[in-house]
């Protein structure tokens, strides 16, 4: 069963008018209520959303006030590092007057929900794939959120028809302890072959897969892999999905049938980031390991491995900055979006040190389903291609991403 939710416009409608009547989407039977406020609307303190069920069920969810001075706008608070427009790109590249319908599965996720502000902020319309409700800030946003089960056909269908672009990031993934369930990696599989055949039924454009810069080949040189090089299957559920599916959107690719994008993305952090989880990944553990032991008073952090396991960060903005230009490239082949600055994992920590003003002692656990030791991509080609290099580095990064951690857990802890 799906659910539409449209929040449009500057403010909200005054209560002396009605919203505009509903239109039906003729491919799910939902409805869509769209407020259409002209300029001498006033924006009010309250007022409610209308989400519609495919069986016409309604129900009213209060939204909370729209602020004049935000331009009646309701969006995440700025991270670190975003930039108020987006950079200046080379023609070939999407620019605001270009302006496309455009659908990001994965919104609710870290990349994702930034990779939705830069395109709406570019002038496009947009249509967010959630799995569960959007967040409330997400409230008034001018983006369309709807509510879709990817694993479905038919739901894969509707969430592309209309669209000149898609940019698929939805998947189940994490750090090192989710790659060992491998059922879970694999099951990614469904919807990005779902979502990939019903993009060509319905006659998307153009469509872009988040793949991983693991899948480089590591036969090349023990030591530096060559980013821009042809797949090599790694043993965990996740990668074996993502090594599947790149080749089947680039297969898909140069059939014919649909313009496919791969981008390569490497350990993207910063804030935003889940704490805590299988979904928290590397960078946001270690500061959430430190800040809980600043507040035990031991100092000690667990660190899975010996700490030597070497990694290229990347930024969020640098990420979906990359995603970007990798969907505006010529060419179909995969394209790395990494940083070049590689960093240990005890370098990562010794970061986290400076910023905290303290001093860790680090327990090391060997038996904790750490990857490879050394994750070094060189990507000069994909530099190239893209015209680009990310932006912000490790230590400025890291030090974000810290106090944004910190002040996640004093918020929550102030709750409680």
């Known amino acids: 069963m799906a659910i539409r939710v449209r929040w449009q416009g500057a403010s909200s409608?005054?209560?002396?008018?009605?919203?505009?009547?509903?239109?039906?989407?003729?491919?799910?039977?939902?409805?869509?209520?769209?407020?259409?406020?002209?300029?001498?609307?006033?924006?009010?303190?309250r007022r409610t959303c209308r989400l519609t069920f495919g069986t016409g069920r309604t129900f009213d969810e209060p939204v909370r006030p729209i602020h004049q001075e935000s331009g009646g706008r309701c969006s995440p608070p700025a991270i670190p590092g975003s930039r108020g427009s987006s950079t200046a790109l080379p023609e070939r590249h999407l620019r605001a007057e270009e302006s496309m319908k455009i659908t990001v599965t994965g919104a609710s996720g870290f990349i994702g929900n930034r990779l939705v502000d830069r395109l709406r902020r570019d002038g496009h319309e947009i249509r967010a794939v959630h799995r569960t409700p959007p967040p409330p800030e997400r409230r008034g946003d001018g983006v369309e959120h709807v509510i879709e089960d990817l694993n479905d056909q038919e739901a894969c269908r509707r969430v592309c028809r209309g669209s000149d672009r898609l940019y698929h990031l939805a998947a189940a993934s994490g750090g090192a302890g989710f790659q060992r369930d491998r059922l879970q990696g694999l099951l990614n599989v469904r919807h990005s072959t779902q979502i990939l055949l019903a993009a060509c039924e319905v006659g998307v454009d153009r469509v872009l897969f988040a793949g991983s810069a693991m899948l480089a080949n590591r036969d090349v040189t023990p030591d530096r892999i060559p980013g821009?090089?042809?797949?090599?299957?790694?043993?965990?559920?996740?990668?074996?999905?993502?090594?599947?599916?790149?080749?089947?959107?680039?297969?898909?690719?140069?059939?014919?049938?649909?313009?496919?994008?791969?981008?390569?993305?490497?350990?993207?952090?910063?804030?935003?980031?889940?704490?805590?989880?299988?979904?928290?990944?590397?960078?946001?553990?270690?500061?959430?390991?430190?800040?809980?032991?600043?507040?035990?008073?031991?100092?000690?952090?667990?660190?899975?491995?010996?700490?030597?396991?070497?990694?290229?960060?990347?930024?969020?903005?640098?990420?979906?900055?990359?995603?970007?230009?990798?969907?505006?490239?010529?060419?179909?082949?995969?394209?790395?979006?990494?940083?070049?600055?590689?960093?240990?994992?005890?370098?990562?920590?010794?970061?986290?040190?400076?910023?905290?003003?303290?001093?860790?002692?680090?327990?090391?656990?060997?038996?904790?389903?750490?990857?490879?030791?050394?994750?070094?991509?060189?990507?000069?080609?994909?530099?190239?291609?893209?015209?680009?290099?990310?932006?912000?580095?490790?230590?400025?990064?890291?030090?974000?991403?810290?106090?944004?951690?910190?002040?996640?857990i004093d918020s929550s802890s102030a709750r409680a």
Not at 15 to 44: C, I, K, Y
Not at 273 to 296: F, H, Q
């Open 13 to 45: 409608a005054p209560s002396s008018r009605t919203p505009r009547a509903p239109t039906r989407d003729p491919a799910s039977g939902a409805s869509r209520v769209r407020w259409r406020p002209s300029r001498g609307d006033v924006v009010s303190p």
């Open 228 to 408: 821009d090089t042809n797949f090599a299957p790694v043993p965990s559920g996740y990668m074996t999905e993502k090594f599947f599916s790149e080749q089947l959107w680039c297969a898909m690719g140069d059939s014919g049938a649909i313009e496919t994008r791969v981008a390569r993305l490497n350990h993207v952090y910063g804030p935003g980031r889940s704490i805590g989880g299988v979904a928290e990944g590397v960078t946001a553990a270690m500061c959430r390991k430190a800040v809980e032991a600043v507040r035990r008073g031991d100092n000690i952090i667990e660190i899975w491995g010996d700490g030597n396991q070497t990694r290229a960060f990347t930024y969020i903005t640098d990420a979906v900055e990359g995603i970007e230009r990798v969907m505006g490239m010529d060419s179909g082949a995969p394209a790395m979006v990494s940083s070049r600055e590689t960093t240990s994992i005890d370098g990562l920590v010794d970061l986290i040190e400076e910023v905290a003003g303290v001093r860790f002692r680090r327990r090391y656990v060997s038996d904790s389903g750490t990857t490879s030791a050394s994750h070094v991509l060189d990507h000069a080609g994909s530099r190239a291609a893209l015209g680009w290099e990310p932006a912000v580095g490790i230590a400025e990064g890291m030090r974000w991403t810290y106090e944004w951690v910190r002040d996640q």
